[in-house]
């Protein structure tokens, strides 16, 4: 049987799908998965041994340039009825998905509309399941991928089967100027993401630098636009201890989590590529919930805001601090706690 998968992104939710691509290909070997996606998260595609093939599709680029939108549709309805697809299984619920998937030319099953973020998507569906809200995205994304491919949802724990992807890319030389770093014992510090509401203060980045430079630990913060790219030379210029990475490629960014000792992040999607990739480390929590997001398999520990408006939910922190830049929820979270949380993992990274 060959399926399509559609979960075109967030870095997280592709993330969070991996563990049933694990099921799939250890309970129905004789499924050929192709996935589609947006280009900037095919390398984590690629990363799984249960992908025989990653179909980059950049819709979010077609938002400005609609005018190319009809011929690249065609090209891509014409490249996957070419492969003769079974089924198209959209993970993703939206209506850009859904559309997508009947382009597979094959019957496209999902989520019901109860348990879809767009519920009206899944008219476009033949076939729908109903997965509970209340959950971890990788636990729905399982149950969704068991009902839909018709196979009993393993007991075990959830697994991203990366450790092979994590051999390889610690085998790896490393290309400039990335070499250079690793020489000294470095933490990784994820401190942008798409919520301005879910950053650290700046300023308590430098308080984290300087408590691992007493045990001989370096901060690397990476970047993955112009804008974090900003915010981490602020953060390094305040701290002779902390190096501001350059914009980098996911690969890149793996590539320096398998040697890391440890990271600290957001609730964001490198956290959890790093927390997939096997690398311990501290998570932040303030406007979202840790219940709900908190990825599995690693020594990870989330942290949730001791404020009483955490979690929120909201993508702009809804108080009037802040208007002044002032997010109390990650104010909440201090450095010294996040200290006391990450320091013995350190003890337990060679």
Avoid at 162 to 175: D, M
């Amino acid at each position: 049987m060959k399926v399509l998968l559609l979960r075109l992104s967030s870095m997280g939710d592709v993330l969070h799908t991996l563990p049933a691509v694990t099921d799939l290909r250890r309970t129905r070997p004789d499924v050929e998965l192709h996935w589609l996606v947006e280009p900037s998260f095919a390398a984590i595609t690629l990363l799984h041994p249960g992908v025989a093939r990653t179909i980059p599709f950049p819709l979010r680029r077609y938002r400005k340039q609609w005018r190319d939108l009809p011929a690249a549709l065609w090209d891509l309805r014409r490249d996957l009825r070419a492969e003769g697809y079974d089924r198209v299984l959209d993970a993703q619920g939206l209506y850009k998905s859904a559309l997508l998937g009947r382009l597979g030319g094959a019957p496209l099953w999902g989520l019901d509309a109860a348990s879809a973020r767009e519920g009206g998507a899944t008219r476009l569906y033949h076939q729908r399941f109903p997965v509970a809200w209340g959950q971890s995205a990788i636990g729905r994304n399982r149950q969704l991928f068991a009902q839909a491919l018709d196979y009993s949802l393993p007991e075990t724990p959830p697994d991203y089967a990366l450790q092979a992807a994590s051999a390889r890319l610690g085998a790896e030389p490393l290309a400039t100027p990335w070499g250079g770093l690793v020489q000294q014992p470095f933490v990784l510090g994820f401190h942008g993401t798409s919520w301005e509401s879910k950053e650290w203060r700046e300023d308590y980045w430098p308080v984290l630098a300087d408590m691992l430079q007493r045990v001989g630990v370096r901060l690397l913060l990476p970047s993955g636009n112009a804008r974090e790219v900003a915010r981490a030379q602020r953060i390094a210029a305040q701290s002779d201890n902390v190096t501001a990475l350059p914009a980098a490629t996911l690969l890149d960014i793996a590539a320096l989590i398998v040697r890391a000792k440890a990271f600290v992040g957001m609730d964001t999607g490198l956290s959890y590529l790093a927390s997939a990739l096997g690398l311990a480390g501290v998570t932040l929590y303030g406007p979202t919930a840790h219940t709900q997001l908190a990825a599995f398999g690693t020594a990870q520990i989330s942290l949730q805001s001791p404020e009483v408006c955490s979690p929120c939910g909201k993508s702009q922190c809804p108080l009037p601090e802040a208007k002044n830049g002032l997010i109390l929820c990650q104010q909440a979270l201090r450095p010294e706690q996040v200290w006391t949380a990450l320091s013995p993992l350190l003890e337990h990274r060679s």
